[in-house]
T-cell receptor, first 110, second 114 residues
């Protein structure tokens, strides 16, 4: 059974600090990795996708991928209260499917 | 921008009723998906389709069926609704070709079965 694991949280971070979210996956051959943000009562929206080892930066967000260790992380710099949400990690499986983690709830304290 | 729409935001049905949830996407995506999301369980795949009239079972297909008669439309059917099908239902679509497998979600339908 292919799995994606995330700490459910909640993860509480002071405003302005760096939030670090982590995700591990079991399928060694996975090639595509995604971070989605989901506000309460809303549907998931894509924040970042990453396909190669290393870091990928987009504004305040940085995705990090380490295929050898089978983990992917998301860093949020200068955290804002509007970043408070649940963050879902997803990994490409077979047949165009994504395998989803259960999500980490992030709370940014003003 | 990709747009995925779902027929209802909130729906209340009675046990035993037949329920139709509709999803439409406007980006000519080949792949479409139906998920349900429950607290603490994350997103669970019910069915998906990678072409018109094609369907594949996901992780939890029992009690559900789907229909894809047109490329842009993917319907989820609850043949006889039960209280344990009370959930948030999310539709998503993605392109088949290209380097990305990004899935784009509709706003969701919160279904309550009484």
């Amino acid at each position: 059974q292919k799995e994606v694991e995330q700490n459910s949280g909640p993860l509480s971070v002071p405003e302005g600090a760096i939030a670090s979210l982590n995700c591990t996956y079991s399928d060694r051959v996975s090639q595509s990795f995604f971070w989605y943000r989901q506000y309460s009562g809303k549907s998931p929206e894509l924040i970042m996708s990453i396909y190669s080892n290393g870091d990928k930066e987009d504004g305040r967000f940085t995705a990090q991928l380490n295929k050898a260790s089978q983990y992917v992380s998301l860093l949020i710099r200068d955290s804002q209260p509007s970043d408070s949400a649940t963050y879902l990690c997803a990994v490409r499986g077979s047949n165009y499917q994504l395998i989803w983690g259960a999500g980490t709830k992030l709370i940014i304290k003003p | 921008d990709v747009k995925v729409t779902q027929s209802s935001r909130y729906l209340v049905k009675r046990t035993g009723e037949k329920v139709f949830l509709e999803c439409v996407q406007d980006m000519d995506h080949e792949n479409m998906f139906w998920y349900r999301q429950d607290p603490g369980l994350g997103l669970r795949l019910i069915y998906f389709s990678y072409d018109v009239k094609m369907k594949e079972k996901g992780d939890i297909p029992e009690g559900y069926s789907v229909s894809r008669e047109k490329k842009e439309r993917f319907s989820l059917i609850l043949e006889s609704a039960s209280t344990n099908q009370t959930s948030m239902y999310l539709c998503a679509s993605s392109p088949r070709q290209g380097a990305t497998d990004t899935q784009y979600f509709g706003p969701g339908t919160r279904l309550t079965v009484l």
